[in-house]
């Protein structure tokens, strides 16, 4: 492709690592060798045409996205369209860049997301040595016409996961990679040493409380997915026709959308997601419980023992070591396995890899004298039999905001890294008077004028996320259906709008 005549675009109005204006259709890119780029190359990225539209925002879904850096672009290249397809059902949002200058601002500008990485041979050796030790950079996979010429000077960088001339092992890795990164971005909070821990426990409480109209909630959730113009099509109506074919876990332990969305709308609290995806919280939660129920009567009376596998920020691994012996909680619903062997070797030792992280190696006891399913307010349940992939994992699946007390912190010896540890925890249940206690109290002040989806908004007001309850409450004002229902979400503006201006005195 002539590289003069390649189609510009805003690649950097990337807002706050959340959001992107997209101009341009995604364009195909072959994956070639040729000479290095110019660099005020072009670059493509994904959008659908309503994103013209004044004001529209397009925000991402998961929490990560991929980006791919290659000198050509050829439109009419039948193996990257197929290639982009598959890329598609792993990652929603990808961009492509001709161009190194504009890919390193892209990447520069990207603050609450992973990325993964697919660039060519030549643009590789050229751009990585700069941007390699960036914390937002995950993994890169080297797609080139020759491996043999560049396995050499890859194998240098310890994020290069393999130099390939072919897409699938591409997309093998990605896999992998997608699931590791998603465990890592788990939202965790620690009793004593994070301000919201109690305020994050309330929001699980608000989300259960809600009943929506299921058919409407569907239709919605489908409608917002495809302005996005992301998430792959066949996903979408797989959705649409087959919701309640299968059953909420079905759908979450799937390799589809779902599960990524739903853990990026957790763990940075996106209003859009939550609200589009209320209906499928609450879905998934009550299956559990309903499991919890069924599998408490015929559990085994001795201790239960699970594991989980994943990478922590450096600065979480400092909260947790300061709240040795008191409460953590895991901010969305927690996957786990009753194999060691795969949770440490699969998911902790690689995440130890990272510079930015240590592997951790969670070790959850489950004592059954604390498991009354009547008054946990955290249900669990083996899922083996029921999830996407029946038999083939030993799964045990916590409802979300489970509450843990940490144990012990010990280094695990290892032949491979310095940087993998084992966190031993026990589950809690119910069982902590004095958050009970405030629980209560906070929950009382709350409950005050407000229900369901308002009270959220007062929660995040309460934290100082005063800009996301206006966004909140506007989304709610334009789908009020009552004069009492507006009048109500107009007051809560109100309250907003007040507490944006003098938020900075009240703290």
């Known amino acids: ?21 997209k101009p341009n259709k995604l364009s195909s890119l072959s994956s070639s060798t040729a000479s290095e780029p110019s660099p005020v190359a072009a670059a493509i990225t994904t959008t659908n045409s309503t994103a013209m539209l004044p004001g529209r925002v397009h925000r991402i879904l998961q929490n ?3 980006i791919w850096l290659d000198t050509n672009i050829d439109e009419s290249k039948q193996d990257f369209i197929n290639s982009l397809t598959q890329l598609r059902h792993l990652v929603a949002s990808i961009t492509t860049f001709t161009g190194a200058q504009e890919c390193v601002n892209f990447l520069r500008d990207i603050k609450k997301e992973k990325v ?16 390699h030790a960036w914390p937002q950079l995950d993994s890169i996979y080297v797609f080139c016409g020759n491996p043999s010429l560049h396995e050499q000077w890859a194998k240098t960088m310890f994020k290069v996961k393999g130099v390939h001339n072919d897409i699938e092992p591409i ?37 259960l409380e809600i009943d929506d109209d299921d ?4 239709k ?18 797989q959705i649409e026709q087959e919701y309640h074919s299968h059953t909420p876990i079905w759908w979450y332990t799937a390799p589809y959308f779902i599960h990524s969305m739903l853990n990026r709308g957790l763990r940075v609290l996106d209003v859009d997601i939550i609200l589009k995806m209320g209906f499928f919280i609450r879905h998934l939660h009550r299956h559990i419980e309903q499991l919890h129920r069924q599998q408490q009567s015929k559990a085994p009376t001795g201790l239960l023992q699970v594991y989980r596998g994943q990478g922590l920020s450096l600065q979480d691994f400092e909260k947790m070591k300061q709240t040795k012996g008191g409460l953590m909680s895991f ?35 489950i004592d059954p004298k604390v498991c009354d399913a009547s008054s946990s307010l955290t249900p669990f349940a083996d899922v083996t039999k029921v999830s996407y992939y029946q038999g083939q994992e030993k799964e045990t699946l916590f409802s979300t905001h489970t509450i843990f007390r940490i144990d012990k912190i010990e280094r695990i010896v290892d032949d491979h890294t310095d940087r993998l540890w084992q966190v031993n925890l026990t589950f809690t249940g ?34 100082g996320q005063s800009a996301k309850a206006e966004q909140l409450y506007q989304l709610l004002l334009k789908e009020a259906s009552s004069d009492n229902d507006q009048a109500n979400y107009n007051s809560q503006l109100g309250r907003v709008f007040f507490l944006q201006q003098h938020w900075d005195g009240i703290l």
């Open 1 to 21: 492709m002539d590289k003069e005549k390649s189609t510009t675009t805003a690649a950097n109005s990337f807002s706050s690592g959340s959001t992107i204006k």
């Open 64 to 66: 990560f996205l991929l």
């Open 116 to 131: 993964f990485m697919i660039v060519s041979g030549s643009l590789g050796q050229q751009i990585l040595p700069e941007i």
């Open 171 to 207: 997309c093998k890795a990605l896999q992998s990679d997608r699931e590791r990164c998603d465990r890592s971005l788990i939202s965790i909070s620690f009793h004593g040493t994070d301000a919201l821990f109690m305020y994050t426990q309330l929001v699980k409480e608000v989300l």
């Open 215 to 218: 058919a409407k909630s569907i």
């Open 220 to 237: 919605e959730l489908v409608e917002y997915c495809r302005l996005q113009d992301d998430i792959a099509e066949d996903e979408i109506k």
């Open 331 to 365: 901010n969305n619903f927690l996957s786990t396995s009753r194999n060691r062997d795969i949770s440490l070797k699969n998911f902790a030792r690689p995440a130890a890899l990272d510079t930015n992280s240590v592997g951790i190696l969670f070790v959850m006891t």
């Open 430 to 463: 119910n069982d902590h008077h004095d958050l009970n206690t405030l629980a209560a109290h906070i929950r009382k002040k709350l409950s005050l004028m407000t229900t369901g989806w308002s009270r959220l908004g007062r929660i995040l007001s309460k934290i």
